[in-house]
């Protein structure tokens, strides 16, 4: 039972336009929720997060939208790049802090074509 | 060290084998996952250790399935009588107490 669920498996986009990944969520108990970046042959890595108090966090070219009675969140980069082209992982967790685990969706691989 | 340095990056073995994975977290971070990626698929939690404590083992699928930390920083994973299902990216990760931890590379562990 996939409790972090990302539908699209893949996305392509122009060069300078807006990438917008989605994420649906099961678990209402979540509360904090977090976009990672994958290369391949390497880690995941930090991108955003959000808190459940919030809908709307901003970082640069990077901005996740939170909508709790959805369940539904949204990373938008804009503007796209080439070397934004990787997979893209929601996760969510129950609380703040170092000490929770991480639930993930199975990632979109983004694509930015020139 | 400046990452989250993990050993060996790939390793293959045969079925019913045993292996140990390494983990070496960023020093002076409290907090270490481990987390198991199949194919295709997202992270999955296996276990999470504060200094040298395993407070969660839930997610590790069945007692061949081991982690320990003894001195609170470098981590191993082992795995006995590996089986084919076995077969993903091992991610550990480290975090000093910020939401947004610190994943390494991964052990590529292909069992034939």
């Known amino acids: 039972d996939q409790q972090v669920k990302q539908n699209s498996p893949s996305l392509s986009v122009q060069e300078g336009r807006i990438s917008i990944l989605n994420c649906d969520y099961t678990n209402s108990m979540f509360d904090y929720f977090l976009w990672y970046k994958k290369y391949p042959a390497e880690g995941p890595t930090f991108l955003i997060s959000?808190?459940?108090?919030?809908d709307k966090n901003e970082d640069g070219r990077f901005t996740v939208f939170l909508n709790k009675s959805a369940k539904h969140l949204s990373l938008h980069i804009v503007p796209s790049q080439p070397g934004d082209s990787a997979v893209y992982f929601c996760?969510?967790?129950?609380?703040?802090?170092?000490?929770?685990?991480?639930?993930f969706g199975k990632g979109i691989t983004l694509s930015v074509r020139p | 060290g400046a990452g989250v340095s993990q050993s060996p990056r790939y390793k293959v073995a045969k079925r019913g084998q045993d292996v140990a994975l390494r983990c070496d977290p960023i020093?002076?971070?409290?907090?270490l996952f481990w987390y198991q990626q199949a194919l295709g698929q997202g992270p999955e939690f296996l276990t999470y250790f504060q200094n040298e404590a395993q407070l969660d083992k839930s997610g590790l699928p069945s007692d061949r399935f081991f982690a320990e930390r003894p001195e609170g920083s470098v981590s191993t994973l082992k795995i006995q009588r590996t089986q084919q299902e076995d077969s993903a990216v091992y991610l550990c990760?480290?975090?000093?107490?910020?939401?947004?931890?610190?994943f390494g590379s991964g052990t590529r562990l292909t069992v034939v």
């Open positions: 990760a480290s975090s000093l107490g910020e939401d947004g931890y610190t």
């Open positions: 996760a969510a967790k129950r609380e703040t802090g170092a000490n929770s685990k991480l639930t």
């Open positions: 959000i808190s459940s108090i919030k």
């Open positions: 020093s002076g971070h409290v907090s």
